[in-house]
């Protein structure tokens, strides 16, 4: 663990933070202080971490509450217990984690169902901070305040963690591949499996190949979809989506004078059982929706629409039985769905490996941001200490 936690627990700990400090521009590597955990906390020493299309969004992003700076990107992780604060018993030093971004208290109601995995003890009041009291555990050495980003902040070789945020794994597992299912891959898992059932021999449509795309495309081959449709505008994914189970690929700009849905319902006659919009725009949401099957088509929404811009359809459609339906984390409940996911990776039935493009040290993690604008990567490994 490198710093052994006898010495370490209950002080200050002094180490690397790659912090953002102006919107769009290259992070900077610096040294920080990292508090002790308080009641209901872990500190983590980060092992690995990757990047997420959301750290660049709110990497650019310049207004509102997220757009705060000088803040600690990163939120897909994997780490290794430091040391606890009060009242946490369910992960111990030494442990094997990993954070994410959507809590999981297990006492409300929310918690307690089988309906939901939005927690509504905790939720997302404090966007800058530590959940229960929005303060930071993050100064740089002239004692300015860092911001959290998502309840993780990844981008640093301690971070500070609500319990409520933190997913406890067994050692067996390699953690470039647990670290994948702390945001997207898991995003897309889940919302084939738990969002929308997909079932053996069923149809589906994804727009957008990126990191939640392919994933969606593995859950679907997972549950046994017949036929796996691909939608993008890049034409290498073709090759790339059939790795995960994509069999058809749609490029919107080769359609000639048909229109995607019309290309889809020729696919799937009649339209596509599932579609999922992986982007975040709301046309195409709406699009997604138009391919979907008369009768008991399901449209699901996984993009952050970009621009806040609604969603318009029409109530006929609804009335003729398609439906849509949002999803966060891909309806997972962290705590009890990720290791199952990594227990198939293990159980060889999960395909985890491909989803890792590229790998980076940590001193170098702007290059990360750099595969990703230009195309080349759908996860970037960034490791502390390789």
Known sequence: MGKKASETAGKAITCKAAICRKPGEDLVIEEIEVAPP??????????CTSLCHTDVTFWKMDFGPAGSFPKILGHEAVGIVESVGEHVEEVKEGDLVVPVFLPSCNECRDCTSSKSNICTKLGSKFYLGMPRDGTSRFRDLKGEVLHHFLFVSSFVEYT???????????????????????????????????????????????????????????????????????VDLNPDKFEIGKK?????????????????????????????????????????????????????GKTVILGVEKHGSELNINCYEILRGRSVVGSMFGGLKPKSDIPILLKKYLDKELRLDDFITHEVNFQDINKAFEFMAQGKSIRCIIWMDK
């Open 160 to 230: 500070v963690v609500d319990i409520a945020h933190v997913v406890s794994l067994n050692h067996h597992v390699p953690p470039d591949k647990a670290c994948l299912l702390s945001c997207g891959v898991s995003t897309g898992i889940g919302a084939a499996w738990k969002v929308a059932e997909v079932e053996e021999g069923s149809t589906v449509a994804i727009f957008g190949l990126g990191a939640v795309g392919l994933a969606v495309a593995e859950g679907a081959r997972l549950c046994g979809a017949s036929k796996i449709i691909g």
């Open 38 to 47: 308080q009641a209901w906390e872990v500190r983590i020493k980060i092992i």
């Open 244 to 296: 995960f189970g994509v069999t058809h690929f749609i490029n919107p700009i080769a359609c000639g004078e048909k229109t995607v849905s019309q290309v889809v319902k020729e696919i799937t006659d009649g339209g596509a059982d599932y579609c999922f919009e992986c982007i975040g725009l709301a046309s195409l949401m709406k699009d997604a929706f138009s391919c979907s099957r008369e009768g008991w």
